[in-house]
């Protein structure tokens, strides 16, 4: 029978774990206090980080904006260009008929003078003529209707020419229609 005032006796277990606790307390490294000098460094390299990241962004960005400008300056260029092709495409059955009119013997000079004034504002417009008789045959700029045996012709040559095809700034508004030897 023990008293309070007596001691119990420790036992193993509680004897390891008091030595672990002692151990765990000396390995434990104790916190250092970081000069000055270390944090001022620890900061500046997370600036220099942070500007790194905030210069790749912005180098991104600028690239980004700068194909942007240059994919909607080409579509726009694109546009005008199919509106101004479909614009033109639309008038040459006018002008078919005054070149028409214009070959004919009994031509009236009117006829001529607006074919003339025609052909004048197609050439402003930087519109070519396509097929012509003599040329060689090519399918992206002409279409054969026709083809006829001549041996004055070469093969491939136009024979005759039945409708003017045209072009504007490489971009093909018309094939020509024609007659093709073989």
């Given at each position: 029978m023990s008293t309070d005032n007596e001691k119990q006796p420790i036992t193993a277990e509680e004897e390891v774990q008091n030595t672990e606790t002692a151990a765990s307390a000396?390995?434990?490294?104790?916190p250092k206090k970081e000069s000055k000098k270390d944090k001022k460094n620890a900061e500046i390299e997370k600036l220099a980080l942070q500007l790194s990241e905030l210069d790749d962004k912005y180098k991104r960005?600028?690239?980004e904006y700068d194909n942007y400008r240059k994919r909607t300056a080409k579509e726009r260029e694109s546009v005008f260009g199919?509106?101004?092709a479909s614009a033109i495409s639309?008038?040459?059955p006018l002008i078919d008929n005054l070149g028409r009119g214009a070959a004919q013997?009994?031509?009236?000079?009117?006829v001529k003078m607006m074919l003339k004034q025609a052909n004048e504002i197609l050439e402003k417009m930087r519109v070519k003529t396509?097929?012509?008789k003599g040329e060689t045959f090519?399918?992206?700029f002409?279409?054969?209707v026709l083809h006829v045996d001549d041996e004055s012709l070469g093969e491939n040559e136009i024979a005759e020419v039945l409708m003017c095809g045209y072009t504007m700034d490489d971009r093909l508004i018309r094939p020509a229609v024609v007659k093709v030897a073989n």
């Open positions: 000396e390995k434990e490294p104790k960005v600028l690239a199919d509106g101004k639309a008038f040459l013997e009994n031509a009236d000079e009117g396509v097929g012509e090519d399918p992206n002409h279409n054969a």
